[in-house]
Nanobody
Framework: QVQLVESGGGLVQAGGALRLSCVASGSTFSINVMGWYRQAPGEQRELVASISRGGSTNYADSVKGRFTVSRDNAKNTVYLQMNTLKPEDTAVYYC?????????????WGKGTLVTVSS
């Protein structure tokens, strides 16, 4: 199993920046993709950005050019640098870990960290 703990959320003004971190523990050797999802009130959870163990990244169109996902495999940590934040970025941000399918078919989630962007 994998445990995920996020940190770095908070309140920021529009145009500001925040950096989220997520530390994985447990069977970290099994993790292929790590990523960030978000869920705004009344909305479905959506992918924000993901990064594979090899460094391939994927971003939602709404955050391209503003957010950067990175990963330190030695520290079992994934980061999300969020710049030029907008009020519509307000959501609970969840860290996710997707193992290699031949090792573990479950996806793992953190408890989430709240990001609030004021206008």
């Amino acid at each position: 199993q994998v445990q995920l703990v996020e940190s770095g959320g908070g309140l920021v003004q529009a145009g500001g920046a925040l950096r989220l971190s997520c530390v994985a523990s447990g069977s970290t050797f099994s993790i292929n993709v790590m990523g960030w999802y978000r869920q705004a009130p009344g909305e479905q959870r959506e992918l924000v950005a993901s990064i594979s163990r090899g460094g391939s990244t994927n971003y939602a169109d709404s955050v391209k050019g503003r957010f950067t996902v990175s990963r330190d495999n030695a520290k079992n940590t994934v980061y999300l640098q969020m710049n030029t934040l907008k009020p519509e970025d307000t959501a609970v941000y969840y860290c996710a870990a997707i193992p290699y399918l031949h090792i573990d078919t479950r996806n793992y989630w953190g408890k989430g960290t709240l990001v609030t962007v004021s206008s």
